[in-house]
């Protein structure tokens, strides 16, 4: 009676502790393993973050959620790091917020899930309000131009957010212009007298017919007109993150094209609502405008 019990709960007993292994203690074990840094250390808002996992075993995926966002990582072998590049958006307020990552590992089932929080602080974007006076058609457009106006926000609906979850850009952005900085993202701008929301890109003081610079590698996406941007072009360089380049006074590129780090893409300009020539640049991650500085002041693998 005592040998057939046994007999049979031992099989139970070897099956228990199996699933108890698998499903609890290893991740538990392991979770405390896993070293997960952003850079820059200290995330504000308007500011890009890359990511970095090392992870204590070796894993078949690695995928995230920051923020609502989806994040993608890649893997540098040479490191055994997985890594993506995210960002915090200008709304968001300061606070304590989770990113949970959710790894494949090589020879388990079950996927692994992981969270750490990160402490997100207010970055201090200047206060300065910059006053301009634009030409009427663009603070009170007619008919007509608002026609103009409404295909670019379709346009801008249509691109702007897009996520490419493959990475493209490769090592460290750069700056698109070896030029003086005349206004800086965050700043609040009020156009013949009318507060507009804040600026979200980076301006360079060039005259007219200076060439850009694609600031990393990656795909056109755009090469067009824009009733507000003026001749404008946008890079997708993967993992969801997009440089824009706006008033050029001519396209070097068109959609599709692939560019390098450094390629000129364009020549500086005027056009679209600008004050006078120009090159602004802005930096979107997932449909957020995030930091341009910051982007390029960012150490990447
Ligand atoms: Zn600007």
């Not at 899930?113 to 007619?142: C, D, M, N």
């Not at 941007?229 to 599709?256: A, M, P, R, W």
């Not at 979107?284 to 693998?301: E, F, H, K, M, V």
Request: net charge positive; hydrophobic share 40%.
């Amino acid at each position: 009676m005592n040998r057939r019990l046994y007999t049979l709960a031992f099989p139970l007993i070897v099956l228990i502790f199996l699933i108890w292994t698998i499903v609890g203690a290893v991740p538990l074990a392991s979770a405390a393993a896993w070293s997960v840094r952003p850079e820059p250390t200290r995330l504000v808002n308007g500011g890009p973050v890359l990511f970095q996992v090392k992870p204590p075993s070796k894993l078949k995926s690695l995928s995230g959620k920051w923020l609502t966002h989806q994040l993608s990582f890649n893997y540098d072998p040479s490191t055994k790091t997985w890594f993506t590049l995210a960002g915090v958006s200008f709304e968001t307020s300061p606070g304590r917020y989770p990113l949970e990552l959710t790894a494949e590992l090589a020879g388990t089932m079950a996927p692994l899930t992981i969270t750490r929080s990160f402490l997100v602080g207010r970055a201090k974007y200047p206060q300065v309000r910059v006053e301009l006076t634009v030409e009427k058609k663009f603070t009170e457009p007619s008919p007509e131009q608002q026609a103009q106006v409404a295909e670019g926000v379709k346009i801008k609906q249509e691109y702007l957010s897009r996520v490419t979850p493959a990475r493209e850009w490769n090592g460290k952005f750069i700056g698109p212009a070896d030029a003086a900085i005349s206004d800086v993202f965050g700043s609040q701008r009020i156009f013949n007298g009318t507060a507009q929301r804040p600026h979200f890109g980076l301006d360079y003081r060039v005259p007219a017919g200076t060439p850009v610079a694609a600031m990393n590698q990656g795909t056109i996406l755009l090469a067009r007109f824009l009733y507000y941007e003026g001749n404008c072009v946008v890079i997708d360089h993967g993992q969801g993150l997009l440089t824009l380049y706006f008033h050029l006074s001519e396209f070097k590129v068109k959609e599709g094209d692939q560019v390098k780090r450094g390629q000129e893409i364009g020549l500086s300009g005027g056009t679209g609502r600008a004050t006078g020539p120009h090159l602004h640049v802005a930096v979107r991650w997932q449909g957020t405008y995030l930091d341009p500085a910051s982007l390029i002041r960012l150490r990447l693998p």
